[in-house]
T-cell receptor
């Protein structure tokens, strides 16, 4: 079962920041939070990941709460091309390997 | 550097037919995964491999078999296709470390009639 909970859909205006929340209250101390997105039916695309510190790269920022029970993905200036399904995933160690267990994700619609 | 390549991209099968989906990666990754995605849902893990010659079951392994004879290839087989296996199949690969991203292929759209 997925270890994360996300709202099913969100929208934001083009040029504004998109803030996508994720709850992962059962996360273990050494499990990383990953964000991927899927545009149409293409293969999921990696965005960012983190353990407990905030992270930023050229695509987005990841804010993880101090208790690590939730996080927020921030797209600072959303464009129409950011319309996609965004998956928040906890990478778990299970059965002798790391796995990405996907939930249902958040469908983000960026409005013109 | 092609990343993760899946073949074929589309396929239509009749119920009871068999087929093999091929996933190839050129990044020397240890881990490889097969997922399926049904309409409106997230990806579900079918089988995975932690290295050449190894395979293991994921969340939804029934009706599928896999093999990893070479490190760069991961094969997904359907011995007797059923309409319930109509789905989009994604392959992924990654390093084995604790903090590493997975790279996904572009998917194989399979329809079983």
């Amino acid at each position: 079962d997925a270890k994360t909970t996300q709202p099913p859909s969100m929208d934001c205006a083009e040029g504004r920041a998109a803030n996508l929340p994720c709850n992962h209250s059962t996360i273990s101390g050494n499990e990383y939070v990953y964000w991927y997105r899927q545009i149409h039916s293409q293969g999921p695309q990696y965005i960012i990941h983190g353990l407990k510190n905030n992270e930023t790269n050229e695509m987005a920022s990841l804010i993880i709460t101090e208790d690590r029970k939730s996080s927020t993905l921030i797209l600072p200036h959303a464009t129409l091309r950011d319309t996609a399904v965004y998956y928040c995933i906890v990478r778990v160690w299970m059965d002798s390997s790391y796995k990405l267990i996907f939930g249902s994700g958040t469908r983000l619609l960026v409005r013109p | 550097n092609a990343g993760v390549t899946q073949t074929p991209k589309f396929r239509v099968l009749k119920t009871g037919q068999s087929m093999t989906l091929l996933c190839a990666q050129d990044m020397n990754h240890e881990y490889m995964y097969w997922y399926r995605q049904d309409p409106g849902m997230g990806l579900r893990l079918i089988h995975y491999s932690v290295g050449e010659g190894t395979t293991a079951k994921g969340e939804v392994p029934d009706g599928y078999n896999v093999s990893r004879l070479k490190k760069q290839n991961f094969l997904l087989g359907l011995e007797s296709a059923a309409p319930s296996q109509t789905s989009v199949y994604f392959c992924a690969s990654s390093w084995s470390g604790v903090s590493t991203e997975a790279f996904f292929g572009q998917g194989t759209r399979l329809t079983v009639v």
